[in-house]
T-cell receptor, first 114, second 119 residues
Framework: KQEVTQIPAALSVPEGENLVLNCSFTDSAIYNLQWFRQDPGKGLTSLLL?????REQTSGRLNASLDKSSGRSTLYIAASQPGDSATYLC?????????????FGKGITLSVRP | KAGVTQTPRYLIKTRGQQVTLSCSPI?????VSWYQQTPGQGLQFLFE???????NKGNFPGRFSGRQFSNSRSEMNVSTLELGDSALYLC??????????????????FGAGSRLTVL
């Protein structure tokens, strides 16, 4: 059974700081991993999907890396802005069956101070 | 292109009642999955439907059920509501259901959710 850990649960940084959000998972037999963003009371927005054959995936100021062998993924946010304040969740799907049965971590709640 | 639409956005029920939530996926998406989000348990997978068939199911009691229609719209139902059912219910749709043998991408698009409060 896949278990996903995201530490710390909350993070507060000043605007402009570069930061790294970590995600650990127990079952490394995955095809890909998604990072999501959730604003308070809202649904999830997919930020990046990184394939198991990739080491990194970039979108604007966001960069996600995946190391299957160690069961870790990181989301790097460059030059953080107050608008980046949200909860960030990682979700590797199971390697068997449907890709939509994601196992989510509890998320990291990020607060970027102006 | 319209996103995933969930209705209603907010609802209040009392214990013992039942509730039906609706999800309209992105046009062309045939896979619809449902998740429950609570502060204590986080996001948990409920079930997934593809072509009107339930393909996967999470560890929830039989009070939680769902269905999918021929136009891919999906509904979930919770009967005999309990206080612990208070949660944000999220629906997600995707274009294809990845086969085990295919390592291709299958990005989920989530709706805004239905916030259920049980009193």
């Amino acid at each position: 059974k896949q278990e996903v850990t995201q530490i710390p649960a909350a993070l507060s940084v000043p605007e402009g700081e570069n930061l790294v959000l970590n995600c650990s998972f127990t079952d490394s037999a995955i095809y890909n991993l998604q990072w999501f963003r959730q604003d308070p009371g809202k649904g999830l927005t997919s930020l990046l999907l990184i394939q198991s054959s990739q080491r990194e995936q970039t979108s604007g100021r966001l960069n996600a890396s995946l190391d299957k062998s160690s069961g870790r993924s990181t989301l790097y946010i460059a030059a953080s802005q107050p608008g980046d304040s949200a909860t960030y969740l990682c979700a590797p799907p199971p390697h068997t069956g449907a890709n939509s049965k994601l196992t989510f971590g509890k998320g990291i709640t990020l607060s970027v101070r102006p | 292109k319209a996103g995933v639409t969930q209705t209603p956005r907010y609802l209040i029920k009392t214990r013992g009642q039942q509730v039906t939530l609706s999800c309209s996926p992105i046009s062309g998406h045939r896979s619809v999955s449902w998740y429950q989000q609570t502060p204590g348990q986080g996001l948990q997978f409920l079930f997934e439907y593809f072509s009107e068939t339930q393909r996967n199911k999470g560890n929830f009691p039989g009070r939680f059920s769902g269905r999918q229609f021929s136009n891919s719209r999906s509904e979930m139902n919770v009967s005999t509501l309990e206080l612990g059912d208070s949660a944000l219910y999220l629906c997600a749709s995707s274009f294809i259901l990845r086969r085990v043998s295919s390592p291709g991408a299958n990005v989920l698009t989530f709706g805004a959710g239905s916030r259920l409060t049980v009193l």
